[in-house]
């Protein structure tokens, strides 16, 4: 380029002192003709070199200012591909060096941000960072659903609009205002909330934020509840048996073992309350069993009027001394299920016999099954008194009885457990005076690979 600029330096200085010659007219007439052909070639040369000028240093820099403007436009692939090894060439070189090194950080700080953006949407826990104002900078799915958001709209809302709980609200301005962690638990009761809050400050570059932790303990909340009325239905069911084989005990030794005839009777009262006792023990240690996976299952595949007309045969006795029909009603060509049938007539014989303690003397109960998909669903329907719809969704649980019933509360829970095991669903339909239909699903044997034949597990 320094070259170009001397040349045209030169040529400058001979096209200039031409035109002063003739314009003074010290050139003679006969040689005039020569000095304007030397300042045309000069003029040409002119051009040439601004040409050359233009492509050598004028478009590279026009070219190299485009590329800065895409960079700083945020067009981290924008490049100069530059040839030699001028001033202009080396410039660019180092250009696209830096254009690499900041895009790299770029994709760094994507992949950093989708990672952070995953875990965020992955936790169970609540997150939430306020800034100084008191706006919501930030919040994870998890935070959205505790406080029953839409995690779009709270972004950027002051922290009360979004939480309404004046709980929370006290924790974060506590937290901004001391600039120290903050934790309490807070249980909200209107939403079922039960959480343990955690409100730590820090600074970003010199701004002030807070971030609030929520650890949902709701879950915790519930099981600790159902643990203590476990221990009191236990503890309820246990004492009545217990209370009345210490009052024979007693009567016996206060002088009723002297007349043969009334010791018999207490006897026999205390035989019936261990039978209790000792059928209790037994349900909770099988429900304990089904509860950790731990129930031996033989499977194989049988067909549903066997285990049918096997439950209606061992119910059948109670069902006639209650005055009660009871029936079977099958489709033709119903397909075989995969079970242990041992399990499923116990859940049969749960279900019919708790249609017949709910069912008055003339009523009627049936059993019946038909095919669904892959599964079979059977049905034991009766037209007993039926269930409170308030009742209906608490059937299932471990010792709930309706106002009605009598025994352990444990069959409906065993059976629940026993068709679970079996990858099958049980529920319940009624109508209060009406009557009650019990469902439930088992698995086709028809639908099942050669692998899954009849073992234990």
């Not at 009603?329 to 279900?351: C, G, M, S, T, Y």
């Not at 019946?368 to 269930?387: H, L, N, Y």
């Not at 669903?425 to 699903?441: D, I, N, P």
């Given at each position: 380029?320094?070259?170009?600029?001397?040349?045209?330096?030169?040529?400058?200085?001979?096209?200039?002192?031409?035109?002063?010659?003739?314009?003074?007219?010290?050139?003679?007439?006969?040689?005039?003709?020569?000095?304007?052909?030397?300042?045309?070639?000069?003029?040409?040369?002119?051009?040439?070199?601004?040409?050359?000028?233009?492509?050598?240093?004028?478009?590279?820099?026009?070219?190299?200012?485009?590329?800065?403007?895409?960079?700083?436009?945020?067009?981290?692939?924008?490049?100069?591909?530059?040839?030699?090894?001028?001033a202009?060439?080396?410039?660019?070189?180092?250009?696209?060096?830096m254009?690499?090194?900041?895009?790299?950080?770029?994709?760094?700080?994507?992949?950093?941000?989708?990672?952070?953006?995953?875990?965020?949407?992955?936790?169970?826990?609540?997150?939430?960072?306020?800034?100084?104002?008191?706006?919501?900078?930030?919040?994870?799915?998890?935070?959205?659903?505790?406080?029953?958001?839409?995690?779009?709209?709270?972004?950027?809302?002051?922290?009360?609009?979004?939480?309404?709980?004046?709980?929370?609200?006290?924790l974060?301005?506590?937290?901004?205002?001391?600039?120290?962690?903050?934790?309490?638990?807070?249980?909200?009761?209107?939403?079922?909330?039960?959480?343990?809050?955690?409100?730590?400050?820090?600074?970003d570059?010199?701004?002030?934020?807070?971030?609030?932790?929520?650890?949902?303990?709701?879950?915790?909340?519930?099981?600790?509840?159902?643990?203590?009325?476990?221990?009191?239905?236990?503890?309820?069911?246990?004492?009545?048996?217990?209370?009345?084989?210490?009052?024979?005990?007693?009567?016996?030794?206060?002088?009723?073992?002297?007349?043969?005839?009334?010791?018999?009777?207490?006897?026999?009262?205390?035989?019936?309350?261990?039978?209790?006792?000792?059928?209790?023990?037994?349900?909770?240690?099988?429900?304990?069993?089904?509860?950790?996976?731990?129930?031996a299952?033989?499977?194989?595949?049988?067909?549903?009027?066997?285990l049918?007309?096997?439950?209606?045969?061992?119910?059948?006795?109670?069902?006639?001394?209650?005055?009660?029909?009871?029936?079977?009603?099958?489709?033709?060509?119903?397909?075989?299920?995969?079970?242990?049938?041992?399990?499923?007539?116990?859940?049969?014989?749960?279900?019919?016999?708790?249609?017949?303690?709910?069912?008055?003397?003339?009523?009627?109960?049936?059993?019946t099954?038909?095919?669904?998909?892959?599964?079979?669903?059977?049905?034991?329907?009766?037209?007993?008194?039926?269930?409170?719809?308030?009742?209906?969704?608490?059937?299932?649980?471990?010792?709930?009885?309706?106002?009605?019933?009598?025994?352990?509360?444990?069959?409906?829970?065993?059976a629940?457990?026993?068709?679970?095991?079996?990858?099958?669903?049980?529920?319940?339909?009624?109508?209060?005076?009406?009557?009650?239909?019990?469902?439930?699903?088992?698995?086709?044997?028809?639908?099942?690979?050669?692998?899954?034949?009849?073992t234990?597990?």
């Amino acid at each position: 380029m320094s070259r170009l600029l001397g040349w045209g330096a030169v040529l400058s200085a001979l096209l200039t002192l031409a035109v002063t010659l003739v314009a003074a007219q010290r050139v003679p007439a006969s040689s005039r003709g020569a000095v304007w052909v030397v300042g045309g070639v000069a003029v040409v040369l002119l051009l040439l070199l601004a040409y050359g000028l233009y492509a050598r240093v004028i478009r590279p820099l026009q070219e190299l200012t485009d590329v800065t403007r895409r960079l700083a436009a945020g067009d981290s692939r924008a490049r100069y591909l530059a040839s030699g090894d001028d001033a202009i060439a080396r410039l660019a070189r180092r250009l696209n060096a830096m254009a690499q090194q900041s895009q790299a950080m770029v994709a760094n700080l994507r992949r950093e941000r989708a990672r952070l953006a995953s875990v965020l949407a992955r936790m169970s826990d609540g997150v939430l960072i306020t800034n100084a104002r008191g706006q919501v900078d930030l919040l994870n799915p998890a935070a959205a659903r505790l406080l029953q958001t839409d995690l779009r709209s709270a972004t950027g809302q002051p922290f009360p609009q979004v939480v309404q709980a004046h709980q929370l609200i006290t924790l974060e301005e506590a937290c901004r205002a001391s600039g120290h962690e903050q934790n309490e638990i807070i249980e909200i009761p209107s939403w079922g909330l039960f959480v343990h809050a955690t409100a730590l400050p820090f600074t970003d570059e010199g701004a002030a934020y807070c971030l609030i932790l929520l650890q949902d303990l709701s879950r915790i909340r519930r099981l600790e509840a159902v643990r203590r009325d476990f221990v009191s239905n236990v503890s309820h069911e246990l004492r009545t048996p217990l209370a009345g084989l210490k009052a024979l005990v007693d009567t016996l030794q206060t002088g009723a073992w002297d007349d043969s005839e009334a010791a018999q009777h207490f006897l026999q009262r205390m035989e019936e309350e261990l039978d209790d006792l000792i059928a209790l023990v037994e349900s909770l240690l099988e429900l304990s069993r089904l509860e950790a996976g731990k129930a031996a299952m033989r499977l194989e595949r049988v067909l549903p009027e066997a285990l049918l007309r096997a439950s209606v045969a061992r119910s059948q006795p109670q069902a006639q001394q209650a005055g009660l029909q009871l029936e079977v009603r099958l489709p033709e060509d119903l397909p075989p299920v995969l079970a242990d049938p041992q399990h499923i007539r116990r859940v049969l014989f749960n279900l019919v016999h708790n249609a017949i303690k709910f069912t008055p003397r003339g009523g009627k109960i049936t059993l019946t099954a038909f095919p669904q998909g892959e599964e079979v669903v059977f049905v034991v329907r009766d037209t007993g008194v039926g269930i409170a719809p308030e009742e209906l969704p608490r059937i299932f649980e471990r010792f709930y009885k309706s106002r009605r019933s009598q025994g352990s509360g444990l069959g409906l829970a065993i059976a629940k457990h026993l068709v679970q095991a079996h990858g099958g669903r049980l529920w319940a339909e009624s109508v209060e005076g009406q009557g009650s239909a019990f469902y439930f699903t088992l698995p086709q044997g028809e639908t099942v690979a050669a692998s899954a034949a009849p073992t234990d597990r």
